[in-house]
């Protein structure tokens, strides 16, 4: 499956679990954090891209069967 694909390239340490894709944190923000590194923020937005676009292809896939 595609999804599993795209977690598999995700890198071993961003990983984690939770019970809910949104908390109440979601829109505050740190500014004194430690931003990643360039290449990190590169491929966590593109992983995160993937992951959005998926489903809406997904869903047009059955839609057209």
Known sequence: MAEKKIV????EDMAGVTKTPAGSH???TNPDCNKLPEKTAQVFHHIVDKLLYYPSEHDKTYKLQ
């Open 26 to 28: 979601l829109f505050m």
């Open 8 to 11: 598999e390239e995700a890198p």
